[in-house]
């Protein structure tokens, strides 16, 4: 008999987990910033078009109103000579050195700028008028976290050791687990590459004349000069600095002792207010793309290329960063368990793709969610290994319907098992190995 999808799935533990709740699994959370260039021809352009972008779906959105852009022509302290980041140009790749250099004042930057401590507000509500009736709550907390009111009670919590683990619980899955991802983009025109290709066919043209004694030489950089000049197409350098808030049981104290209160409290406020050491970010990876061959098919006007060509560049550094760092690693759930006519099982489908960084060869566990009655402390059950199915990888990458490529019309991405149990809809997809994951 086939069997209903819409069914719930009960662990060990008792934990319940139903098809319908697909979304509300436990994310990730992410803010995204850019290096915004004044001075770049397309600079205007790229900054329009990373303000128009969406947080990755796969991502709960923490963005912090005021804190998505970072002016390269207000940047001091990177360099040395001269103002702004050490910058990315047609030729020119960053050194250890300048990236070092660059993540470094980063850093420093939004800590100066106090955005972690706006992250955390935001985790806890923070909201009011006035030091003398602003307060925090855990709804945010709840929501994302799929935890009753009772669980992160915070009063409540300080007094029970059970009323802690879940907030430490909540503190490891959720909060400790939120990021910053800065894009530094610059851009490459076909004028750039064209000249680059100019100088080395004149300087190939000359040293052929110094040989033969002829024009043969003269010739070849005038035809490569002709063909330099039919190259055509806008081209990205991106480089993404990745930054995640520090969270752990020393700095849960501080919040929840000295600054958390759920009804006003002008002393607790103006302590959350005033301090400057507890609250910060860390800098913990980094990842550079340009693709010299990507080619964009269909038409396009000159604002939605620049759209187009930024976000694909932007979600390929997200896709390695998550295999680069472990805790930014993103976890999908089984959408749907597909059936044939007879009631076998030929797939599983999952709402995810090329745009998070899927071939025909990648490889995911299947794990569960399991929660221990006793600790409250959550932790993941191996239950199967799969791959995608050939030729069954959905295209999801930004503007793929209007390019008419190939997979972008498919609903989801279907993959198939390779080894492992029974694989039910909830369940979550993490690709490769994940150290969290009980076998």
């Known amino acids: 008999m086939r069997r209903t999808l819409l069914f719930c799935l009960f662990a060990l533990t008792g934990l319940s987990l139903c098809a319908q709740q697909l979304q509300t699994y436990r994310r990730n959370s992410l803010a995204t910033m850019l290096v915004f260039h004044p001075e770049d021809e397309f600079g205007r352009e790229i900054y329009k078009a990373f303000d128009s972008l969406p947080i990755p779906d796969k991502y709960d959105d923490h963005s912090i109103p005021g804190y998505r852009f970072i002016d390269n022509s ?48 935001k985790w806890f509500g923070f909201e009011g008028t006035s030091v003398e009736d602003a307060t925090f709550n855990t709804e945010l907390i709840q929501t994302r976290g799929q935890y009753n009111a009772t ?85 990205v350098k991106t480089h993404s600095y990745l930054y995640q808030l520090v ?66 560049s932007m979600d390929k550094n997200i896709v390695e960063l998550a295999k680069q760092y472990e805790d930014f690693k993103v976890k999908t759930p089984v959408y749907q368990v597909l059936y044939d006519d007879k009631g076998r099982i030929q797939g599983y489908a999952a709402k995810i793709g090329m745009k998070e960084g899927i071939t025909d060869t990648s490889k995911f566990q299947v794990v569960q969610r399991v929660i221990d009655p006793e600790t409250n402390k959550t932790t993941y059950k191996y239950i199967a290994t799969v791959k995608p199915v050939k030729g069954a990888v959905w295209d999801n990458r930004y503007n793929a319907v209007l390019e008419q490529a190939d997979g972008s019309m498919l609903p989801y991405t279907t993959f198939k098992k390779v080894g492992g149990g029974e694989i039910m809809p909830g369940m979550l997809l993490i690709e490769g190995k994940y150290s969290q994951v009980v076998e």
């Open 151 to 235: 669980d992160v009670d915070v009063n409540l919590a300080l007094q029970t050791t059970r009323g802690l683990a879940t907030l430490s619980d909540a503190g490891e899955e959720l909060i400790d687990q939120t990021f910053v991802l800065v894009n530094d983009v610059t851009y490459v025109t076909s004028e750039q590459r064209a000249q680059t290709a100019k100088i080395t066919m004149g300087v190939l043209g000359g040293l052929l004349d110094a040989f033969t004694g002829g024009r043969g030489g003269r010739d070849l950089a005038e035809a490569g000069a002709a063909i330099a000049d039919s190259f055509t197409g806008f081209k």
């Open 74 to 121: 207000t940047v001091n302290g990177v360099q040395k000579k001269e103002s702004g980041y050490y910058k990315a140009t047609y030729g020119h790749a960053l050194s250890d050195k300048e990236l070092k250099a660059n993540a470094q004042y980063t850093e420093n930057l939004l800590n100066r700028s106090k955005m972690a401590k706006q992250m955390v507000a």
């Open 247 to 312: 969270w752990n049981d020393s700095i849960a104290a501080i919040f929840y002792q000295q600054h958390y209160t759920a009804v006003p409290n002008p002393e607790k406020v103006q302590a959350f207010l005033d301090d400057t050491t507890t609250y910060r970010l860390k800098y913990v990876a980094h990842k550079y793309e340009y693709d010299e061959k990507a080619v964009l098919k269909g038409e396009y006007t000159r604002t939605e290329l620049v759209r187009t060509i930024c976000a694909r």
